[in-house]
């Protein structure tokens, strides 16, 4: 197929505050807007819940993975991406209260357009799952049944990524992150879709 152009891709962090008790869930969403070639996509602003007492910020950040004159690799600001780019999505949790934050569970969804890097999920091992459409949360690699057959779910269709990270200390910080590269086999008649960051906080 042949390659599109490259589009506008605005690099905002983006940031929540809630107010909550003890037990939290904290899901920090991507919003997915299409956009045509050259175009600018507005910064979504953050949806904050309004609890009591405590307080959580997330901030979410996008950023292209380049690697400079000597192959090392850097994490600057995506301006812009044209297919094949590989992107960086890194949510921030910081605890702003002098009591510890029980509960905390963190959802990175999966713009379409994007395919998932495999292993690139960070933290890793047994505290992160990944869904594809189906909503279904497994270990990485996900499989499914086609025709009484298992076979591997492709990395193009992993759509959400989910880490249990429990318990998250009196002003403790703690992050996750995960990348994703843009396909390259979208016809140019449809725009490629640019991830918004756009982090959401719940009270569990």
């Known amino acids: 197929m042949p390659c599109l152009k490259s589009i506008r891709n605005p690099l905002r962090p983006m940031r929540g505050t809630l107010r909550l008790g003890a037990c939290v869930t904290v899901l920090a969403l991507f919003g997915t807007a299409g956009i045509a070639v050259a175009q600018t996509a507005p910064a979504a602003a953050p949806t904050v819940v309004p609890a009591q007492k405590k307080a959580v910020e997330v ?34 949790y910081t605890n702003n209260t002098g009591k510890a934050v029980t509960g905390l569970v963190a959802n990175l969804p999966i713009p379409d357009g994007l395919e998932y890097l495999p292993k690139s999920a960070k933290p890793g091992a047994t505290l992160v799952k990944a869904a594809a459409k189906d909503g279904q949360f497994a270990a990485e690699p996900l499989s ?47 725009p490629v879709a640019a991830a918004k960051s756009t982090p959401e906080v719940k009270a569990r």
């Open 144 to 190: 499914r049944v086609v025709n009484g057959k298992s076979e591997a779910v492709p990395y193009n269709e992993y759509r959400s990524l989910r880490w249990t990270l429990g318990q998250l200390p009196a002003n403790g910080v703690t992050a996750v992150s995960v990348r994703a590269k843009v396909e390259e086999t979208a016809p140019p008649s449809q």
């Open 59 to 92: 901030v979410l950040v996008q950023s292209k993975v380049v690697r400079d004159a000597q192959g090392k690799e850097q994490l600057v600001a995506a301006d812009s991406v044209k297919p094949g780019d590989v992107l960086e999505y890194r949510a921030t």
